[in-house]
């Protein structure tokens, strides 16, 4: 039977209870190698209103709102998601505007924010293409959107390579992701880009979060519990070490900032 909307929204509930709530999951090194590349690419984007679609708990809310405070500004935040327990937790962590909804129906007019984010959503949702037209519609003209999704990494695609099968990094909620080469199961990034310039984003920058996939980012973990300043010192070294450009293009992460150019070709 194909799951209706509600049978999501109780899905998401549920997993907003039995995964408790996303500031743990920071504490590892790739959750927080993630966050932070979103941040270093926000940080490159002049903002004065922002939509974090699928906010989760509000931890990019959180950061964002000490980061315009910090620039001395108080600008329009909004954050809208699926589970109504991460909107209670994202609303006590964070002073913004938030709203229980679907990413395939913003409840905002076309035009509304100058930067939409939206990492590790769409790859949960089944109008995948209808969420990719939504988060165009609500950006502003030349305004900005940065969306990440999981791409199968190095490892993962020699492993498709040496004929071994190769998994979702979640298989519980992920209904597609994507890779570089051609994976059974995957879809292709060249085709995700393609969607995003149908829908008149075009790509300015394209970020893999981190290099490791597997058994070595259960070790980095302990890096992830060393204080923060040695960590951050420790993580930049490990992907400086690990900087060769090919391998830093197939990461298990991806981040693309992009800028609305036209309006997208489905109208609106
Ligand atoms: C993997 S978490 C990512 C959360 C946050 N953006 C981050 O980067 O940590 C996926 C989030 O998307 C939400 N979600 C799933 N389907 C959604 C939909 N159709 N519309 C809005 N939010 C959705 C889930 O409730 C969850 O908070």
Excluded: N
């Excluded at 799951?3 to 998401?12: A, E, N, Q, V």
């Excluded at 699926?82 to 409840?107: C, T």
């Excluded at 992701?177 to 300015?204: C, H, K, Y």
Aim: hydrophobic share 40%.
């Amino acid at each position: 039977m194909v799951p209706t909307s509600s049978d999501y929204r109780d899905l998401y509930e549920r997993l907003a209870q039995e995964r408790g709530d996303m500031a743990q999951h920071y504490l590892h090194y790739a959750p927080a190698r993630r966050l932070q590349v979103t941040l270093d690419l926000i940080r490159t984007i002049p903002w004065a209103s922002a939509l974090d679609a699928g906010c989760g708990d509000g931890v990019l809310l959180a950061q964002m709102r000490s980061m315009a405070s910090q620039r001395g500004g108080r600008p329009l935040l909004c954050g809208i998601d699926l589970s109504e327990l991460r909107l209670r937790r994202a609303r006590e962590r964070a002073d913004v505007g938030l709203s229980l909804s679907d990413v395939s129906a913003l409840p905002f007019r076309d035009g509304s924010f100058d930067l939409v984010v939206c990492t590790e959503v769409v790859e949960h949702v089944p109008d995948f293409r209808g969420a990719i037209r939504e988060l165009a519609r609500v950006t502003a003209a030349s305004g900005h959107v940065i969306v990440s999704i999981p791409v199968a990494g190095w490892d993962r695609s020699l492993r498709s390579l040496r004929g071994r099968p190769v998994v979702y990094l979640d298989t519980v909620e992920h209904l597609r992701e994507w890779a570089m080469i051609s994976i059974p199961g995957f879809e292709r990034l060249r085709d995700f880009f393609a969607q995003l310039r149908q829908e008149g984003l075009s790509v300015t920058a394209a970020r893999g979060a981190y290099i490791f996939g597997g058994r070595l980012e259960c070790h980095l973990d302990r890096v992830a519990c060393m204080p923060k300043s040695k960590r951050r010192r420790l993580a930049d070294a490990i992907d400086e070490f690990a900087g060769w450009a090919p391998l830093r293009r197939s990461c298990e992460r991806y981040l693309v900032r992009l800028v609305r150019t036209s309006a997208h070709e489905g109208g609106g």
